[in-house]
T-cell receptor, first 113, second 111 residues
Framework: GAVVSQHPSWVICKSGTSVKIECRSLDFQATTMFWYRQFPKQSLMLMATSNEGSKATYEQGVEKDKFLINHASLTLSTLTVTSAHPEDSSFYIC?????????FGPGTRLTVT | DAKTTQPPSMDCAEGRAANLPCNHSTISGNEYVYWYRQIHSQGPQYIIHGLKNNETNEMASLIITEDRKSSTLILPHATLRDTAVYYCIVRVNNAGNMLTFGGGTRLMVKP
């Protein structure tokens, strides 16, 4: 199956700093990528949908100025958590859509201290 | 997309078949049934999907009732590595449609 990678797999940062998470589709081109967030013992919640070359569409309640998404190429999308706070600590998962199916990255665990 | 209902947790003995049910009574005619699983601290993994016929692949079998209002995912010989949260999702299969996750079923495979 198609492979989606994320980098880094985990990151610890101080409150007030910004963190960038990369999502890559390794063996296919993804016109659409999705970003999810998962808090402990909860299900995945969709944050935003990004299409290559255009602005991301954010779900209700997700601050677009805080969670900056860039989808500059068909194989790369980035999520930047700006001015991170402890409540942003979570498991961030990206997903990329191939012709048929939606494939998920391994996730990035963000801890804000 | 139609809503799904799954039991929050199930246990299964190692080596036995694990049968995970899912109710989707409001499914529309053009909505597929998808199953994903998420092992602890990993991204979701695609398992199988179907529209109305039963499907089988190397991982599992999917049985969909004739009225399509429910389905069962079958892991024929569960192993400890099958311990995970299993998500049943129904959605229209088009390029822009994302997956929306419900609570899923936490399957615990026990020795």
């Amino acid at each position: 199956g198609a492979v989606v990678s994320q980098h880094p797999s985990w990151v610890i940062c101080k409150s007030g700093t910004s963190v960038k998470i990369e999502c890559r589709s390794l063996d296919f081109q993804a016109t659409t990528m999705f970003w999810y967030r998962q808090f402990p013992k909860q299900s995945l919640m969709l944050m935003a949908t990004s299409n290559e070359g255009s602005k991301a569409t954010y779900e209700q309640g997700v601050e677009k100025d805080k969670f900056l998404i860039n989808h500059a190429s068909l194989t790369l999308s980035t999520l930047t958590v700006t001015s991170a706070h402890p409540e942003d600590s979570s498991f961030y998962i990206c997903s990329a859509r191939d012709v048929g199916e939606q494939y998920f990255g391994p996730g990035t665990r963000l801890t804000v201290t | 997309d139609a809503k799904t209902t799954q039991p929050p947790s199930m246990d299964c003995a190692e080596g036995r078949a694990a049968n995970l049910p899912c109710n989707h009574s409001t499914i529309s005619g053009n909505e597929y049934v998808y199953w994903y699983r998420q092992i602890h601290s990993q991204g979701p993994q695609y398992i199988i999907h179907g529209l109305k016929n039963n499907e089988t692949n190397e991982m599992a079998s999917l049985i969909i009732t004739e009225d399509r209002k429910s389905s069962t995912l079958i892991l024929p010989h569960a192993t400890l590595r099958d311990t995970a949260v299993y998500y049943c999702i129904v959605r229209v299969n088009n390029a822009g449609n994302m997956l929306t996750f419900g609570g899923g079923t936490r399957l615990m495979v026990k020795p």
